[in-house]
């Protein structure tokens, strides 16, 4: 069993910074591709940013130039991070890990952590 766990959404000013972590733990099956995606109330979940298995990167026009996706893996886990800076309102949001299995592009969610970006 594969568990996501996410942690680090804070309440922050406009203009501040964020460390968003998501340990993978259990039976972890190899990936395909890690990432953040966030929503909004009434609004689709939207991709932030990913990190595939050949290491290639992927941001949303949005997140270019502030936010940086990083992973880092033991035997044990995997560990996703988002660095989030000079932070804007409309950066509010609840942040989901997401990864996907090889070759199944079976996905697996986090619960989900709140970022709340202030004026």
């Known amino acids: 069993q594969v568990q996501l766990v996410e942690s680090g959404g804070d309440l922050v000013q406009s203009g501040g910074s964020l460390r968003l972590s998501c340990i993978a733990s259990g039976s ?27 290491g ?3 941001y949303a026009d ?4 502030r936010f ?5 893996s033991t035997e044990a886990r995997t560990t996703l991070y988002l660095q989030m800076n000079n932070l804007k309102v ?3 949001a609840v942040y989901y890990c997401n990864a996907r ?19």
């Open 28 to 54: 972890l099956p190899s990936f395909e591709s890690m990432g953040w995606f966030r929503q909004t109330p009434g609004k689709q979940r939207e991709s932030v940013a990913w990190v595939g298995r050949d």
């Open 90 to 92: 409309e950066d509010t």
């Open 68 to 72: 940086t996706i990083a992973k880092a």
């Open 56 to 58: 290639g990167t992927f």
């Open 101 to 119: 299995q090889l070759f199944t592009d079976t996905p697996y969610w986090g619960q989900g952590t709140q970022v709340t970006v202030s004026s």
């Open 62 to 65: 949005f997140a270019k130039g």
